[in-house]
């Protein structure tokens, strides 16, 4: 075995053995459980929301807001389900919840917990506005943003446990911006946060159908699933283009020409993906600061 299988196999015993590995809220996993039910309804999440006083404040706050400047003053989580739908509100359950896990007070600026935190409700609106475009249909949405919400989760594995190694790793791309940080995570760690995130949503018992995509983001080919892992693909690398508020002239030499075959996104596409991802995330205020 050499050291880089070595040290991937320690990396994935230290991830499976670990005690204090962030457990997921129930209420994900009660969310998650609702996605995958093509029997699950509105009442269902009403009920949910219903239970937990923070979420139905912040349902409440997200109808009443100027956004969607409905008429008349929204007083119940149950009109909230039906004027803002299901898709909206199980995202905002979602976002809200899984924000104490990602964010944190940390001031390491190598590696901004915010900043992160960002990229992944950019990523996961990105996710959704694909298979919007390419092949709609309501819980192919969902489960895309949910992926893109934690396509990044090994980094903050890393982060918590790693953090010097990872500083390392990020000044290192900085340098050298020809190799991509899951390269030289692979160099580091035996393995890359997609790698890494993989064995976490095993271990956190999310669908199966969620591996592959987490554990190949950054290289689709080698995914069974070339759809869904061509989707976070492309959407975590518009999202970085999109932050950066850059044009997108050359952005196709970052992506790859497969996934954009695998789902059917004409090259001139991408340009209308940014602006509404740009539109979306201008009223995201709730899901960013949850």
Known sequence: MDENSKMAQKMRETVLDMDDLPTLPSVVLKVIKIIDNP??????????????????????????????????EIMTVTEAVVVLGFLTVRNLILTSTLYNIFVNENEDKNFDRRKFWKHSIATAICARL???????????????FTLGI??????????????????????????????????????????????????????????????EPIKFHHR?????????????????????????????????????????????????????????????MSNADLFLNS
């Not at 309804?41 to 956004?67: C, F, G, P, R, V």
């Not at 694909?130 to 895309?144: F, H, Y």
């Not at 903050?156 to 500083?167: A, G, Q, S, T």
């Not at 976490?200 to 199966?208: K, S, Y």
């Open 130 to 144: 694909l298979v919007s475009a390419t092949v709609p249909g309501q819980k192919e949405e969902e489960e895309a």
């Open 150 to 211: 934690l396509h990044d989760v090994g980094k903050v594995f890393l982060d918590n446990n790693y953090h010097e190694k990872l500083m390392m790793v990020i000044r290192e791309q900085r340098r050298n911006r020809k190799d991509p940080v899951y390269k030289i995570e692979k160099r580091v760690f035996g393995m890359d946060h997609g790698e890494i995130g993989a064995l976490i949503i095993d271990r956190w018992n999310l669908p199966e159908n969620f591996i």
């Open 39 to 72: 029997y699950s309804n509105a009442d269902q999440l009403t009920e949910l929301i219903s239970m937990d006083q923070s979420l139905t404040a912040k349902t409440l706050k997200l109808a009443n807001s100027a956004y969607y400047g409905f008429p008349r």
């Open 220 to 280: 689709p080919s080698l995914a069974n699933d070339k759809f869904m892992t061509s989707v976070l693909h492309v959407a975590d690398i518009i999202s970085k283009y999109s932050m950066a508020n850059y044009d997108g002239t050359d952005i196709l030499s970052h992506i790859s020409g497969d996934a954009l075959t695998a789902i059917s996104l004409k090259k001139d596409s991408i340009k209308s993906i940014m602006q509404s991802l740009e539109y979306e």
